[in-house]
């Protein structure tokens, strides 16, 4: 995977922003992500990604800080990756990349809605989030990008939702009609993400937006109650 990811970042890294849609780790270690970080950082352009289950539950699928598993699987990686910890780790990564929203986000830690006004052309347009150090796996991190090209005045725009915010701890499910509670098997959204999106999404004076909807889970296996405005979306997995 690393290699595959390197030759991308070596023909395309150089002259396109990067969009990658999760699954940068593979059992959720804060190591396993800095070597990501690492390798992400060799493109020369920006680049950007919507959280996969992969990155911030134990193999995918659990979210169990109680028991050793996670602590000893991540033993010789700086330990686990849980869900808010991604959060601050990527947020630290955006700081870098954009010098407006780092200011905002150092006086704002804890969660936040964040909008480019100083260059409208810039690639990364917003940025919400939310680290609930409660409840870990109710932190999320929501994107909006501005897709247009450098010639072009067609408004395109793409949101990075994350997919991967759970109410409920994520468990490995005994049972099938349990899956829901599977971060490897169902993704999900929450109302707090998902009202900022609809605000996003109805940010269109014009009425020619067009806004593409990026997030990592398949979308007919996301938990999430969309509303109307979720009419029209373009999946990539």
């Known amino acids: 995977g690393q290699d595959i990811l390197k030759w991308v970042l070596k023909y395309y890294g150089k002259h396109f ?12 270690c804060i190591g396993e992500f800095e070597s990501f970080c690492e390798i992400m950082n060799t493109a020369k352009q920006p680049w950007f990604m919507a959280p996969g289950n992969h990155d911030a539950y134990l193999l995918g699928n659990l979210h169990n800080l ?4 996670w602590k000893e699987a991540c033993m010789r990686a700086n330990g686990p990756m ?35 006004k100083q260059n409208s052309k810039h690639f990364l347009q917003s940025v919400a989030y939310n ?25 395109v725009y793409a949101i990075l939702m994350d997919s991967a915010q759970y109410k409920n701890a994520p468990t ?52 999430l109650s969309l509303p109307s405005f979720f009419f029209f979306f373009f999946f990539f997995f």
């Not at 959204?189 to 593409?212: R, V, Y």
């Open 17 to 28: 922003p990067i969009v990658h849609l999760g699954d940068g780790t593979n059992i959720a």
């Open 66 to 69: 109680k028991t050793d598993w």
């Open 82 to 116: 849980t869900k808010d910890r991604f959060v601050e780790e990527y947020l630290n990564h955006l700081k870098e990349q954009n010098e407006d929203f780092g200011k905002y986000l150092d006086n704002n830690q804890g969660f936040g809605e964040w909008h480019n």
């Open 131 to 155: 680290i609930d150090k409660n409840h870990q796996h109710r932190s999320y991190v929501l994107q909006q990008l501005d897709l247009r090209r450098r010639d072009s005045d067609i408004p």
């Open 172 to 223: 490995i499910p005994p049972l099938p009609h349990l899956s829901k509670y599977s971060a490897g098997l169902s993704g999900s959204m929450l109302s707090d993400q998902l009202s900022i999106a609809e605000e996003w999404l109805s940010n269109d004076p014009t009425g020619e937006k067009i806004t593409i909807l990026m997030f990592h889970h398949p979308f007919s296996f996301s938990l």
